[in-house]
């Protein structure tokens, strides 16, 4: 009879692949340098992008982004289907923040990143600094965005060292409150550029 010591470590972990069909839980779609942009899209059909029924979640993991301009915010939206990225959202925002020095500790709700039935972009990362020493990092989740009798739903949370030199945890969810597909997403920066960072998108099989 095998014991749990001679079974212990017989399995596999799902590892990233760089293409589709592998059976992998966890594909790598697309992934992209920043370098000058000020916005950054993953569209379905264009540069080898997949974001459709092809993978009923998406996985966004953004690295090291720094801005060109100080106290940035980076920003989110989705296309439904025509050329802009313009979907209706309904979302909601809060933080958690200390500052380096101790001070400024709080956990809130934010009114104005929070969108209600808004077609405008969706602030993810806010106040980014582009100190030598400061950038974001975060991850992002869209949920079976090619489903056309329900809305798709989306949640994201990040970690930054922004312009005021305080550590903020910032999450952000909600869904584009439209059932037409969305095909899909662009990221963009308040003021300036992407200075430099990588986005990867993965596609995740259940």
Same mark, same amino acid.
């Given at each position: 009879m095998a014991t749990y010591s001679s079974i212990?470590?017989?399995?596999?972990?799902?590892?990233? !692949?760089?293409?589709?069909? /592998? @059976?992998?839980?966890?594909?790598?779609?697309?992934?992209?340098?920043?370098?000058? #942009?000020?916005?950054i899209s993953f569209a379905n059909g264009s540069?080898?992008?997949?974001?459709?029924?092809?993978?009923?979640?998406?996985?966004?993991?953004?690295?090291?982004?720094?801005?060109?301009?100080?106290?940035?915010?980076?920003?989110?939206?989705?296309?439904d289907g025509g050329s802009s990225y313009d979907a209706s959202k309904q979302t909601t925002f809060f933080a958690a923040n200390h500052g380096e020095d101790g001070s400024g500790a709080s956990v809130a709700h934010s009114d104005g990143q !929070?969108?209600?039935?808004? /077609? @405008?972009?969706?602030?993810?990362?806010?106040?980014?600094?582009?100190?030598?020493? #400061?950038?974001?990092?975060?991850?992002?989740?869209?949920?079976n965005p090619s489903h056309d009798n329900f809305v798709t739903h989306f949640f994201g949370i990040n970690q930054i060292n922004n312009h005021s030199n305080v550590s903020a945890q910032e999450f952000v969810g909600g869904y584009c409150n439209t059932t037409t597909p969305i095909d899909?997403?662009?990221?963009?920066?308040?003021?300036?550029?992407?200075?430099?960072g990588i986005i990867k998108l993965y596609g995740i099989r259940l």
């Open positions: 212990r470590y017989n399995f596999n972990l799902p590892q990233a !692949s760089t293409s589709s069909g /592998t @059976g992998n839980a966890l594909e790598l779609i697309k992934s992209i340098t920043c370098g000058g #942009e000020s916005t540069s080898d992008v997949v974001f459709d029924g092809t993978y009923l979640t998406y996985h966004f993991k953004l690295l090291n982004l720094h801005p060109s301009s100080n106290t940035t915010t980076y920003r989110v939206n989705f296309r !929070s969108l209600a039935n808004n /077609t @405008g972009v969706q602030g993810i990362a806010t106040s980014v600094g582009n100190d030598a020493d #400061e950038n974001f990092n975060g991850e992002m989740w869209v949920f899909g997403v662009q990221f963009s920066v308040s003021t300036g550029n992407f200075e430099s």
